[in-house]
């Protein structure tokens, strides 16, 4: 009996707790993606048990229901008929579902987003900048030189005119002009304005007076959340103006109010609020490197490159001014040192320990730039990206900045950091300097050799797909899909195919294609090779259980893969510890595109032929 699609989009709908509760639907092969505004309003277990469905999980943010080749898009057309909604791509989809995860996941993407498209230029200019201060201040004579000032040129651009970058980089992320970013970030670092950097030696600062506001005439170089904030406030207003003002004058109107608006209110409201914030936290900062036997220095040097992220540490200059002006020694400087030093030792770690190329060509000069005092490019460009190495590297510094402070060491100037410190550290301290930054880079070093694990495919064996052939994923021993030891699969409910009996713990793509789905379990893939096939792998019995315990997922929604491209490793051991069989299932879950399915049982190699679909 022929299936009734109708029936069956409407089953579904009815199960979804009403339209208010749909954000977008779209399809692939096999799936119907959906995304909802409550997943709580669902009733999962009803949308399993309709007609057609095959199976209901949630990935990435996605309500996805398996139907199957050749019906998936039919429910779909009645699905948008019962709804009244409008097609949607898969990527419209994945960036309706984006908006869904956790608010901090949410927030530390767009981090990354916004200085991912940065990172070349923060690399080169932090590079040079540490190699032309370490040469200024070895030799005297060069820093008073023509090529010194043009150096010093060329590497302080892109870190003195940060803002702009951050602006242009943040608008194209919050999808607001990027040439409007531009003209905001370039008014807050306006050449008008007393240099961030600069106010500290200030008796007084001019000040506008703006309505009720004094607002101190002072750029904000250096900074970065109230840029963010800034353009994240500008891109709201202007697709808001792009809503409200008539098509006839919204040229020259949005524009106009979009960036008077947003300058305005960074100036009297974002930038006070932040530079307050800023005042609270040194004042804390100035009581911590105070506190005995070196526990406020711990925690200092722990902390600092989260102050980086938020653009915080220049600010550090004042108390190491103040300490200086006060006749004493410069106590912060090994404190910072050590704090960027051990950044360096867990962004080399991972240059190391990578196999993926871009990563190294980022890590390598990123880690060079932090030992020279330079650490931008390592916490933005490697280590924030990656978590882990960015708290290896905290924990190293902790542990050197305490030793720094034991040790009672000082420096006679300040500017500097990492091997450059060399150069004002106090003459008797250098040999215990030497020591805090081999302590903090080698613990950080250690620390993210041990934790951080790369996660990426590994390289592609040079393998021929041939059409119509599946080849057998793992190494084992091949049984027809009737001997699975599970019921559903024995049946062929998700399709007909074979089970393997492996003899290791790592599956790898059996043709080149691309990955449909990956299960947030870590257990199963699902994905289509470029002649059709529509593949299913599901690693054990009822190990969706054990919650991705075991297991080591490579590859996400929509990656290309190529044959023997690693897609997921599973501990055996663990697998069989928690009661399940470790069979690997092999499914092709369109078989009714096929006429003949010829199976190869017995022995199996990696990579040979073990299905031939006709």
Known sequence: MAMDYAKCAQEIYSHLGGRENLVSAAHCATRLRLVTVDNSKIDQKALENVDGVKGVFSSNGQLQLI????????????????????????????????????????????????????????????????????????????????????????????????????????????????????????????????????????????????????????????????????????????????????????????PLVTVLSTVFLTFTVIGPVFSTAETYVLDFAQWLITVGFGIGSLLMAAIYPLTVVCGLHHMYNIIEAGLLAEGGMNIWMPIASAANFAQCGACLAVALKSRNAKTRTVAIPSALSAALGITEPAIFGVNLRMVKPLVCGMAGGAVGGMFGAVMGIGANAYGVTGIPGFLIVDSGKLLPYALLLLISGGIAFVLTWLVWKEEEPAKTTDVVCIPGTVCAPVSGSVIPSEEIPDETFAAGVLGRGVGIQPSEGVVVAPFDGEIVTAADTMHAVGLTSPDGIELLIHIGVDTVAMNGDGFQCFVQEGQQVKAGDRLIAFDRRKIAAAGHPDCVVVLVTDTGSYGELTIQPGPCQVLTPVIQLK
């Open 67 to 254: 139907l199957g080749a050749g019906v998936v898009n039919k429910v779909y057309d009645e699905f948008l008929a019962v709804t009244g909604m409008t097609a949607a791509t898969k990527d419209e989809v994945k960036a309706a579902a984006a908006k869904n995860q956790p608010l901090p996941q949410r927030m530390v993407k767009a981090l990354g987003d916004v200085f991912v498209p940065i990172l070349p230029a923060i690399v080169a200019s932090g590079l040079m900048m540490g190699l032309v201060e370490a040469l200024g201040h070895a030799i005297p004579s060069f820093a008073a030189s023509d090529w010194y000032g043009f150096l010093d040129l060329v590497s302080a651009t892109a870190f003195a005119y940060l803002p702009v970058l951050i602006a242009i980089s943040a608008a194209r992320v919050f999808g607001g002009n990027i040439f409007l970013g531009g003209v905001t970030g370039l008014c807050m670092i306006h050449s008008n304005l007393i240099n961030a950097w600069a106010v500290a030696g200030m008796e007084t600062v001019p000040t506008w007076h703006l309505l009720f506001f004094d607002v101190p005439q002072v750029g904000y170089q250096g900074h970065v959340i109230p840029v963010i904030i800034a353009i994240w406030l500008m891109c709201f207003l202007e697709k808001r103006l792009h809503k409200l003002v008539p098509e006839a004058i919204d040229l020259f109107v949005t």
